[in-house]
C-alpha cells in the first residue's frame, strides 16, 4: 500500500525584486546569496525541518539564474519543480499556475522572507481549528508596506487589507508574515488565465465568503529581505546568532569563522569573528576582515584593506589598503587601492571604484 503522500509547498519567487536593485539587475532575488548560499536553500531546509519533500517553485523572471542555484534540490532532501509563467501571473496567478501539481493541504511562501517558524506547530494549529486557510502573522513596528491582518479573539480572519493607503486603516500592526497552509481545493477560486493577487483577492474573498480562515502567531524570527538594507541585516542577524540558520554557511567552522577550501590567508592578515569567507578567497596581508564579513568564492582582499559589516558577493577585487563598511558589493566590482565605501552603499555588479575615492549612501 502507498504510504501518506508527501507534504507539499509552493514557494512564489516570481517577483522582478525591484526594491533590491541593483542586486537584482544581477541575480533574481530568490537565489541572491545569503552566507555564501542562495537564498531560496534556507527555504527549503526549513520546509524539510518540517517534513516537506514536494516543492514547487512558481517563476516567471530570470528562471535561469534559479535553476542554475538550485537546480532539483536533490542535495536538499527535496524534489523540486518548477513552473513557470510567461507573463507574470501575481501572487494569486502564481499559486493557480502551480495548482496541478499539488492536492490536500498545502503551504504556500512568499521567497522572499528568512524567518524559523515551528511550521509543524502551524499544520497542528490548521488542523485543530478546522482551518481551511492558515496565515502566518507577525507583528511589526510599522505596518504599512505590509499585508494588514485583522482576527478575532479566536484567531479567525476579520479582515485583510494589502499596503493600506488611508491611514484609518492602519488598524492594527499585526500582519502577513508571508507563509501560508491553503486546502488546495479552494485554488479553484483563484482565476486560471488572468494576473491576481492573492492578497488583494483571494484572502478577502475567502472572509467575505465566510469560508473558516485563521491567523496564526507564533514567536519566531522575521524578515522580508526585499530590499538591501534587510538584505545585508539578515546576514548580519545570522552571523550574531540574532536568527536560526537552518544552513550553516558552506565551509569549516572554528571560532565564529567559516571558512571554504582553497582560500590564501596571508599570516599577517585578521579574520575578526563572525565572519563567513567563501572558497579560493585571497586575504592579502595585514587586512582586516570581520566583524560581521561575509566573503564570496573568488573575492581578492588586499593588504591593509578593512571589510567590516560589509557583503560581498563573487570574485570582488579589493584594493590596498581600501576601506569596506556596512556595505554590499555585487559580483565581480572592482575597489581601487584607498578607496572608502561607507555605511548602506549597495553596488551593483561589475562596478568600478576609483583609488582613494569615498562613496556614501
Ligand atoms: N510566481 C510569481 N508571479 N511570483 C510573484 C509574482 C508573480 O507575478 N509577483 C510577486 N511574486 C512573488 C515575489 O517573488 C515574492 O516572493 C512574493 O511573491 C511576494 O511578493 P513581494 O513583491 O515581495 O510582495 P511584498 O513584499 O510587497 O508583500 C508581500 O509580502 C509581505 C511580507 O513580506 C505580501 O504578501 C504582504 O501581504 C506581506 O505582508
Ligand atoms: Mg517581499
Avoid at 172 to 197: F, H, V
Wanted: proline share 8%; charged share 20%.
Amino acid at each position: 500500500m502507498a504510504g501518506p503522500p508527501p507534504l507539499q509547498a509552493v514557494i512564489l519567487a516570481g517577483g522582478q525584486g525591484t526594491r533590491l536593485r541593483p542586486l537584482t539587475l544581477a541575480r533574481a532575488k530568490p537565489v541572491v546569496p545569503l552566507l555564501n548560499r542562495p537564498f531560496l536553500a534556507y527555504q527549503l531546509a526549513l520546509l524539510r525541518a518540517h517534513g516537506v519533500t514536494d516543492v514547487v517553485l512558481a517563476c516567471s523572471y530570470r528562471v535561469d539564474d534559479v535553476r542554475a542555484a538550485l537546480g532539483d534540490a536533490e542535495h536538499l532532501g527535496i524534489r523540486l519543480r518548477y513552473v513557470v509563467e510567461d507573463d507574470p501571473l501575481g501572487t494569486g496567478g502564481g499559486v493557480r499556475n502551480a495548482a496541478d501539481l499539488v492536492a490536500g493541504t498545502l503551504f504556500v511562501l512568499n521567497g522572499d522572507i528568512l524567518t524559523d517558524p515551528d511550521l509543524t506547530e502551524m499544520r497542528r494549529f490548521h488542523e485543530t481549528r478546522g482551518s481551511r486557510t492558515t496565515i502566518y502573522l507577525q507583528p511589526v513596528p510599522d505596518p504599512r508596506q505590509y499585508g494588514l491582518v485583522e482576527t478575532g479573539p479566536d484567531g479567525r480572519l476579520r479582515a485583510f487589507r494589502e499596503k493600506p493607503a488611508a491611514d484609518e486603516e492602519i488598524t492594527t500592526n499585526t500582519i502577513n508574515a508571508g507563509i501560508y497552509l491553503i486546502d488546495a481545493e479552494l485554488l479553484s477560486r483563484i482565476p486560471r488565465d488572468r494576473p491576481s493577487s492573492i492578497e488583494r483577492e483571494f484572502f478577502p474573498a475567502l472572509i467575505a465568503d465566510n469560508i473558516p480562515c485563521f491567523g496564526w502567531c507564533p514567536t519566531a524570527y522575521w524578515r522580508d529581505i526585499g530590499n538591501p538594507s534587510a538584505y545585508r541585516a539578515a546576514q548580519l542577524d545570522m552571523l550574531h546568532g540574532r536568527a536560526a540558520m537552518p544552513l550553516a554557511p558552506p565551509g569549516q567552522r572554528r571560532d565564529g569563522i567559516w571558512l571554504d577550501g582553497g582560500s590564501t590567508v596571508d599570516p599577517a592578515a585578521r579574520i575578526v569573528p563572525p565572519a563567513v569567507v567563501g572558497a579560493r578567497v585571497v586575504l592579502g596581508s595585514r587586512c582586516r576582515v570581520g566583524p560581521g564579513a561575509v566573503i564570496g568564492d573568488g573575492t581578492r582582499i588586499g593588504p591593509d584593506a578593512r571589510v567590516e559589516g560589509a557583503i560581498l558577493w563573487e570574485r570582488v577585487e579589493v584594493g590596498a589598503g581600501a576601506v569596506l563598511q556596512d556595505c554590499v558589493l555585487g559580483a565581480d566590482v572592482r575597489i581601487g587601492d584607498g578607496a572608502r565605501v561607507g555605511p548602506d552603499v549597495v553596488l551593483a555588479s561589475g562596478t568600478t571604484v576609483p583609488e582613494r575615492a569615498t562613496l556614501t549612501a
